[in-house]
């Protein structure tokens, strides 16, 4: 079986690199390397953009923010290189970061450079040649429940971690931000988006104990073991990692799993093969994730739907950057589509006021 299936691809138009300037940093920052520099890309990510750096026999992944960002907060490369530089020596699905870079002469934007860790990231459309049964769906839904809950495990202030967020206040600093990125990222009226932001604001709830979460828990942000799917190599995608209430985390994960019964029109919306049979349902993963971590999740309906609400944001972001002409990658010229079907989703699910 091959060993990689996450492979690179030639870089998009539009989202080059400078490569002289990029090859002189790293030859003057990395100075026992010897060979010619060639870049490639991962196509699969809709936020930040990832490519594969190969000098001669290293290979290093490079993160940037995309381009036309308007929005820096969500992108901030020098934090996400702190997270990874504290958190990657005590939680070992974290990659080793090696170089930030946020000379702008360079890439015009903040960068940094970490290893590369080679494994299977799952997808909506699994990867040709793999078949996952029904024992192996159930195991890896059990170690993305189980890998989160370690995660949260982790005590912030002895990790040295303390400084990447503010735990007080968070949830009603999260819902009151999505609601304003909502705004600002509006094209279309969504009338179902509207009644959400407003639920959320009337319905937030206790904070729980506060953790390092990631903030963005998903199968396709995972690498996996080709010889065992239940084993989990590495976490990506770190850029909104910080300090908060770890249930916030719990309903982002829940925000991306579709069902097998769910309506068409959201599984349509799924990121992962989270609809084969084996795999837990999603008030199996909420017991699975209580019994482990040992927390009371109570108020799972915010949680779940904050999650949704959330991810349909980032969605609606990078739509606006489509609409505006920032990017022109036209995976991304139907996701108001999808943003109009995930608010279906929280809508339906505060009306019956349980997750199912």
């Known amino acids: 079986m091959p060993t990689d299936f996450n492979a690179p691809t030639r870089v998009r138009a539009g989202e080059e690199l400078p490569l002289e300037r990029l090859e002189s940093y790293l030859k003057e920052h990395l100075p026992d390397t010897i060979g010619a520099l060639s870049v490639e890309q991962f196509s699969h990510g809709h936020s930040n953009l990832t490519y594969l750096v190969r000098l001669g ?6 993160r940037r923010p995309p381009f036309g960002n ?3 907060s969500a992108h901030d490369m020098g934090r996400e290189y702190r997270v990874l530089s504290k958190l990657h020596s005590i939680y070992a699905p974290a990659p080793r970061p090696y170089l930030f870079c946020d000379d702008a002469n360079v890439l015009g934007e903040p960068f940094y450079l970490m290893e590369r860790r080679h494994g299977v990231i799952l997808r909506k459309q699994l990867p040709s040649g793999i078949l996952i049964d029904r024992d192996t769906a159930k195991g890896l839904s059990e170690a993305l429940v189980d890998n989160l809950v370690l995660l949260h495990s982790f005590d912030y202030r002895t990790s040295g971690l303390d400084d990447i967020g503010k735990p007080e206040g968070y949830t009603h600093r999260q819902v009151t931000g999505w609601n304003k990125r909502y705004a600002q990222a509006m094209t279309d009226p969504i009338p179902g988006m509207d009644r959400i932001a407003l639920w959320l604001i009337e319905n937030i709830p206790k904070e729980s104990n506060a953790s390092v ?22 976490v990506l995608d770190w850029e909104m990692a910080t300090i908060g209430d770890p249930l916030m985390d719990l309903g982002t994960m829940l925000g991306y799993w579709v069902e097998a019964n769910d309506p068409e029109e959201l599984q349509s919306t799924a990121v992962g093969p989270t609809a084969l049979p084996g795999n837990l349902t999603r008030r199996e993963l909420i017991q699975r994730y209580q019994t482990k971590s040992g927390r009371e999740v109570t108020d799972v309906v915010f949680y779940y739907c904050f999650g949704i609400f959330k991810i349909a944001v980032i969605l609606q972001q990078i739509y606006a950057r489509f609409v505006r002409g920032h990017t022109h990658d036209p995976r991304f010229a139907k996701l108001n589509g999808v943003v109009a079907i995930m608010s279906q989703q929280a809508n339906a699910t505060i009306q019956k006021g349980k997750v199912e």
């Open 57 to 62: 026999n290293l290979e290093l992944v490079l």
């Open 70 to 72: 308007q929005v820096k």
């Open 213 to 234: 979460i990631h903030n963005d828990y998903k199968y396709d942000n995972l690498v996996l073991d080709p010889d065992d799917f239940t084993r989990i190599v590495a």
